[in-house]
């Protein structure tokens, strides 16, 4: 829960109304998504993956937004796709 409320106050601050209300209707679905990062990834790691995310949405500067984000995505796509395999 906690989790849903910080990515979607990240949403909310970028005043893209379309995009909060895809946001939440994606309700359930986000909550499955989210336990299945947690039993890929360990939380710690998790964790350590927002706060450069956030520094560089603090900043502004579009390029670094868009490179950590992509560096978020990626980091969290390999540790599923490692999940996946062994699965």
């Given amino acids: 829960e906690a989790d849903n409320t910080f990515h979607r106050i990240i949403i ?4 893209n109304s379309q ?6 209707s994606l309700g359930i679905q986000l909550q499955i998504i989210a336990t299945l990062g947690e039993t890929s990834m360990p939380l ?5 993956l927002h706060p450069p995310l956030i520094d560089s949405l603090d900043s502004y500067k579009r390029e670094d937004i868009n490179r950590d984000l ?11 796709i490692r999940s ?3 699965a």
């Fill in 44 to 48: 710690q790691k998790i964790y350590d």
């Fill in 19 to 24: 995009m909060l209300a895809i946001w939440d």
């Fill in 70 to 80: 992509r560096k978020h995505y990626s980091t969290l796509k390999k540790y599923w």
């Fill in 84 to 86: 996946n395999n062994n």
């Fill in 12 to 15: 909310e601050s970028c005043s």
